[in-house]
């Protein structure tokens, strides 16, 4: 398989990545009050007050928001009945990670492409990978488990700016996988991505996050979950969690094309600050944990 042009004749794989996102306003534009969500907390002259006000200008976003922070996935004692209340116990950040989720579902859009890909497959996955990605920190005793929750949620949305900007070229790529008796990948997806479009998911999809204003954090793990070894030490840690999770999501079907290899090496486990027998005892924790997410945010 040939690779991408040179840069001196081409634009590189991180130009192209922006130009589709500039093109693609069904998936690169999230709902204006999202937006507006993640700059006010972003700004450090905004309260809790801003935020509540804000979320509360549209009664669906705050009841999807509700719904979650009552769930079993923050396990609070008592039903929480208002916004406002809900912002004193998780804070700013946990709010806004909760709207981001909560408008992340009607993106993944688009229907059956090939007999290989149907977007509603990729959800299914990032919601495994992000049930995983909240096992994981959990574990690892990283400080946010809902920016786990969210990383997992997001990393593969490069694959839906491809969708939207090109099916002709995402056809391609699927056409010149290979894949094993299992259904597994024979080669590397990325490199199939670059031949047809010249940037592989990972660059949209950190091009998305630039677009939509998120955290670095968020970007960087969109744009290495497949390399967090090229990070540096200080920022590897989530991308890690990130490629762990999606290995064992792997046992729950839905999008596994691009898991090129399949193994976990010793420096993921390192670098995300886990061992062995955590990782056996997440892989048991994540079918409930899993069950509790596609109530959440199955549509």
């Known amino acids: 398989m040939q690779g991408p042009a ?7 794989a991180a130009q192209i990545a922006a130009a589709a996102v500039r093109q693609v ?25 801003d935020l509540n006000r804000l979320i509360g200008n549209d009664p669906a976003l705050s009841a999807r928001i509700l719904k979650v922070v009552n769930s079993a996935f923050y396990g609070l004692p008592r039903q929480i ?24 579902a009607k993106l993944f859009r688009g229907g059956a492409l090939s007999d290989r890909f ?11 990978v992000a049930a995983a990605g909240k096992v994981l920190a959990k574990e690892a005793r990283m400080s946010s488990g809902d920016e786990a929750f969210l990383a997992g949620l997001i990393h593969d949305i490069g694959v839906m700016v491809e969708l939207q900007s090109d099916r002709v070229k995402l056809t391609q790529v699927f056409s010149n996988m290979q894949y094993g008796a299992e259904g597994e990948p024979m080669i590397d997806f990325r490199l199939a991505e670059r031949a047809a479009f010249g940037a592989d998911h990972c660059h949209f999809g950190e091009a998305l996050c630039d677009a939509w204003k998120f955290p670095r954090s968020l970007a ?23 490629f762990i999770a999606e290995r064992l999501a792997a046992a729950n079907g839905g999008f596994t094309s691009d898991l090129y290899p399949r193994e976990i090496p010793e420096e993921a486990l390192e670098s995300a ?25 199955a549509g």
């Open 6 to 12: 040179s840069n001196d004749v081409t634009m590189d």
């Open 25 to 49: 306003s069904h998936i690169a534009t999230l709902p204006e009050v999202t937006m507006g969500i993640i700059e006010l907390v972003e700004d450090p002259k905004s309260s809790a007050q």
């Open 81 to 104: 009945g208002s916004i406002n209340r809900a912002i004193s116990l998780l804070g700013l950040n946990a709010v806004k990670n909760i709207a981001i989720a909560a408008s992340l």
């Open 118 to 128: 149907d977007a509603k497959d990729l959800w299914t996955h990032s919601i495994a």
């Open 220 to 242: 960087l793990v969109c744009g290495h979950h497949h390399d967090p070894a090229s990070l540096p030490h200080d920022q590897r840690q989530l991308a890690w969690v990130i």
């Open 273 to 297: 600050r886990l061992t062995g027998a955590q990782l056996a005892s997440c892989a048991a924790q994540i079918a409930e944990s899993l069950d509790e997410a596609q109530g959440l945010l």
